[in-house]
């Protein structure tokens, strides 16, 4: 039977005393996920074809970790993981569209997330952007699983379309009129005061004034998650077809006359869109003088994309601007380069100033690190969360770095689907792309592009068997994803 947090800490009094209050009151949390962003598309990471100065100096005001964790290679599963604290070898969502028909799974009623935690412990909650766990008519809706508020897109593959007919504000459809009345393109959507409405500046835009809310009440504590779209690859089109980064104006990059167009647009979106956001956002904390009770986190959902374009465009490719960075593999892949995370975390008064950390963590983790931050930790002691706090690493100590991350994943690559496991421990790793492959060893700390396959070799036997163990311990079958090559659902 697959492990699920116990219901009962949900109806807990939960008023806990903490040392990470300001005035009595518990800080505010602010997550900020970018939606395929790869390891190195930030100037902090190594990017060198486009910066991001915002990003960049809320790296220098708090940690920057370099081995930091998604939740899966893609979308749904690595959402799900950061919302539940269960790790893809436990939790129900492991794959988009896991359902036999091809649809979107949902979380259900037993599915314990953390805004729901949160909302029991005073805090508000809400959600801007991109949700992909659930529609409003199932148990898994946003303003079910503990949002108070909620705007953005509930289907992660309408979310593929960044200038929709319509976005959901809690449970009511609000039309995006200057979508509806004239197609959007990408000729019409990039010349200035033309109507188009880009899901990018309405997520954030609504983010900007809820914060402005939460000022107005600075007694009460919140949690917000602005879950962008992008850079997915997305389309001007109600298909959902991905057909590049369609931005308003691929700005400067534009000139770059030895750039595909779709790449111009991927480097704008980045650059000019999301690095922009993300210093308004931190200015704004700054005039609403929240800064020092609010902790910011930045995290990528999964690996570079390799995906989108046209052939008048061109096709995009992670390679372009060597987004993955040294790391082998993008989006989709259990190599670091699928997996690994760009992540910061800025806790003002609490965490050092510009800080790089190798300690290796993931989305399961970031659920029992807020509820400690938010004064909950009981909560964490109550339920079988795979999770563990990084609070202590956050504050300078040490953590846990023999523990095991887990991962687990199904995947089509040139129409063969393959079900592929990986585990870390320490400083090493093994994968698999196929249920059929022999397990590959790699030492991350010399060999983070993983070139150096050590399995089989003399000495490392022991290490090689906890990995396994890990592996093995930390599976348990679920009738929705099949292990398996063959029978497995790909996403």
């Given at each position: 039977?697959?492990?699920?947090?116990r219901?009962?800490?949900?109806?807990?009094?939960l008023a806990?005393?903490?040392?990470f209050?300001?005035a009595?009151?518990?800080?505010?949390?602010?997550?900020?996920?970018?939606?395929?962003?790869?390891?190195?598309?930030?100037?902090?990471?190594?990017q060198?074809s486009?910066?991001?100065?915002?990003?960049d100096?809320?790296?220098a005001s708090?940690?920057?970790?370099?081995?930091?964790?998604t939740?899966?290679?893609?979308?749904?599963?690595?959402?799900?993981v950061?919302?539940?604290?269960?790790?893809t070898?436990?939790a129900?969502?492991?794959?988009?569209?896991?359902?036999?028909?091809?649809?979107?799974?949902?979380l259900r009623?037993?599915d314990t997330?953390l805004?729901?935690l949160l909302?029991?412990?005073?805090?508000?909650?809400?959600?801007?952007?991109?949700?992909?766990?659930?529609f409003?008519?199932?148990?898994?809706?946003?303003?079910v699983?503990?949002?108070?508020k909620?705007y953005?897109e509930?289907?992660?593959?309408?979310?593929h379309?960044?200038?929709?007919p319509?976005?959901?504000?809690?449970?009511?459809k609000?039309?995006?009129?200057?979508?509806?009345?004239?197609?959007p393109?990408r000729?019409r959507?990039?010349?200035?005061?033309?109507?188009?409405?880009?899901?990018h500046?309405?997520?954030?835009q609504?983010a900007?004034?809820?914060l402005?809310n939460?000022?107005?009440e600075p007694?009460?504590?919140?949690?917000?998650f602005?879950?962008?779209?992008?850079?997915?690859?997305?389309g001007?089109?109600?298909?959902?077809?991905e057909?590049?980064?369609p931005?308003?104006s691929?700005?400067?990059?534009?000139?770059?006359?030895d750039w595909?167009a779709?790449?111009?647009d991927?480097a704008?979106?980045?650059q000019?869109?999301?690095?922009d956001?993300?210093?308004?956002i931190?200015?704004?904390?700054?005039?609403?003088?929240?800064t020092?009770?609010?902790i910011?986190?930045?995290?990528s959902?999964?690996?570079?994309?390799?995906?989108?374009g046209?052939?008048?465009?061109?096709?995009?490719?992670?390679?372009?601007?060597?987004?993955?960075?040294l790391l082998?593999?993008?989006k989709?892949?259990?190599y670091?380069?699928?997996?690994?995370?760009?992540t910061?975390?800025?806790?003002?008064?609490?965490?050092?100033?510009?800080?790089?950390?190798?300690?290796p963590?993931g989305f399961?983790?970031?659920?029992?690190?807020?509820l400690?931050?938010?004064?909950?930790e009981?909560?964490?002691?109550?339920?079988?969360f795979d999770g563990t706090?990084?609070?202590p690493?956050?504050q300078?100590?040490?953590?846990?770095?023999?523990?095991?991350?887990y991962?687990?994943f199904?995947t089509?690559?040139?129409?063969?689907?393959?079900w592929?496991?990986a585990?870390?421990?320490g400083?090493?790793?093994?994968?698999t792309l196929s249920?059929?492959a022999?397990?590959?060893l790699?030492?991350l700390?010399?060999?983070?592009?993983?070139?150096?396959?050590l399995?089989?070799g003399?000495?490392?036997?022991?290490?090689?068997?906890?990995l396994k163990?890990?592996?093995?311990?930390?599976?348990?079958d679920?009738?929705?994803?099949?292990?398996?090559?063959g029978?497995?659902?790909?996403s």
């Open positions: 039977m697959m492990r699920q947090p219901l009962f800490v949900l109806f807990l009094s806990l005393s903490t040392t209050s300001v009595g009151k518990p800080p505010n949390i602010l997550l900020l996920l970018s939606d395929d962003l790869g390891y190195g598309e930030l100037s902090s990471f190594g060198q486009f910066s991001t100065p915002n990003i100096r809320l790296a708090g940690i920057r970790f370099t081995d930091a964790y939740g899966a290679p893609v979308c749904a599963p690595s959402r799900g950061l919302m539940t604290g269960l790790h070898g436990h129900y969502i492991r794959g988009n569209n896991g359902n036999a028909d091809g649809t979107d799974m949902h009623a037993n997330t805004p729901e909302q029991s412990n005073g805090y508000h909650t809400s959600l801007f952007g991109k949700w992909g766990l659930g409003n008519d199932t148990e898994g809706a946003p303003n699983k503990g949002f108070d909620f953005g509930l289907d992660q593959a309408n979310a379309n960044m200038y929709p319509f976005l959901w504000r809690d449970t009511e609000e039309d995006l009129i200057g979508n509806v009345e004239t197609k393109s000729e959507c990039m010349v200035a005061n033309s109507g188009c409405n880009w899901t500046d309405i997520f954030t609504n900007i004034e809820e402005e939460r000022a107005a007694e009460k504590p919140f949690f917000m602005l879950s962008w779209t992008d850079p997915h690859a997305g001007y089109t109600t298909t959902n077809a057909t590049g980064n931005v308003p691929a700005g400067d990059f534009a000139n770059e006359a595909p779709v790449e111009q991927h704008s979106v980045i000019n869109y999301q690095d956001s993300v210093g308004v931190l200015k704004l904390l700054d005039d609403l003088k929240l020092n009770d609010t910011v986190f930045f995290a959902d999964n690996g570079a994309s390799n995906e989108g046209l052939p008048e465009t061109g096709f995009h490719s992670y390679n372009f601007f060597n987004s993955s960075g082998t593999g993008c989709r892949s259990l670091e380069g699928g997996i690994r995370s760009p910061i975390v800025r806790w003002p008064g609490v965490v050092e100033e510009g800080v790089v950390s190798d300690f963590w399961e983790d970031f659920l029992p690190t807020v400690e931050i938010a004064g909950a009981d909560v964490v002691k109550s339920n079988n706090s990084i609070v690493v956050l300078g100590g040490g953590g846990d770095r023999d523990r095991c991350l991962f687990e199904c089509n690559i040139n129409g063969v689907k393959s592929g496991q585990v870390r421990i400083d090493y790793k093994a994968v249920s059929e022999d397990l590959e790699y030492n700390r010399k060999d983070p592009s993983e070139q150096v396959n399995a089989g003399d000495g490392v036997e022991e290490i090689m068997g906890n163990d890990c592996l093995e311990r930390e599976h348990v679920s009738e929705d994803f099949p292990k398996g090559d029978v497995c659902r790909a």
